[in-house]
């Protein structure tokens, strides 16, 4: 069963425009929604993450929204660049620190960015 | 801060042998490290997780006796592909928790097995 649900699962969107990737997750025991960021043949780089102990962070381009209720978390990048161009995924875990488990991931949404 | 180092990046083996493929957190320890493979465009798959001083914990269908994992110090893990086969062709990669640091995962930079 899949832990976190990821779409789209690919996404093409013209350069300054926004794009929006949206994650949902069962388990309310969750607690840490990371986003990561993939280039080919790379491992992926922590982005941007949030605990639902708040509705949205956001660092320089990246905003993640985060609706508890719902059990719902996107990712928005503002004027998106074409090297923003890569594969995302969202994952949820729980605990913090030394006790945070492992991660389950989404299943990736490949965003190309059109200059 | 938070670098996981993962070597080699990419490896051509024949079928039959093994190869070792090493994970090292450089600027801090880590008592969990956890073992992914890749396949093109797909997810991340975990295989196992990996406890310093003790037996890796492997998922559901990993082969433990194919896939050896140590991980010998807070510093360090290793995952060891024996006998391995063209199927075993895959995008392998670590991450790892820092033990003092809210920090989540920070991953390697992959293997690139190739298995002819």
């Known amino acids: 069963q899949q832990q976190v649900k990821q779409s789209p699962q690919s996404l093409i969107v013209q350069k300054g425009g926004i794009s929006i990737i949206n994650c949902a997750y069962e388990n309310t025991a969750f607690d840490y929604f990371p986003w990561y960021q993939q280039f080919p043949g790379k491992g992926p780089a922590l982005l941007i993450a949030i605990r639902p102990d708040v509705s949205e962070k956001k660092e320089g381009r990246f905003t993640i929204s985060f609706n508890k209720s719902a059990k719902q978390f996107s990712l928005h990048i503002m004027d998106s660049q074409p090297g923003d161009s890569a594969t995302y995924f969202c994952a949820a875990s729980r605990g913090r620190g030394s006790t945070l488990g492992r991660l389950y991931f989404g299943r990736g949404t490949q965003l190309t960015v059109w200059p | 801060g938070a670098v996981v180092s993962q070597h080699p990046s990419r490896v051509i083996c024949k079928s039959g042998t093994s190869v070792k493929i090493e994970c090292r957190s450089l600027?801090?320890?880590?008592?969990?490290m956890f073992w992914y493979r890749q396949f093109p465009k797909q997810s991340l798959m975990l295989m196992a997780t990996?406890?310093?001083?003790?037996?890796?914990?492997?998922e559901q269908g990993v082969e433990k006796d194919k896939f050896l994992i140590n991980h010998a110090s807070l510093t360090l893990s290793t995952l060891t592909v024996t006998s391995a086969h063209p199927e075993d062709s895959s995008f392998y990669i670590c991450?790892?928790?820092?033990?003092?640091?809210?920090?989540?995962?920070?991953f390697g930079s992959g293997t690139r097995l190739t298995v002819v």
């Open positions: 991450s790892a928790r820092p033990m003092d640091r809210d920090y989540g995962y920070t």
């Open positions: 600027d801090f320890q880590a008592t969990t």
């Open positions: 990996s406890n310093e001083g003790s037996k890796a914990t492997y």
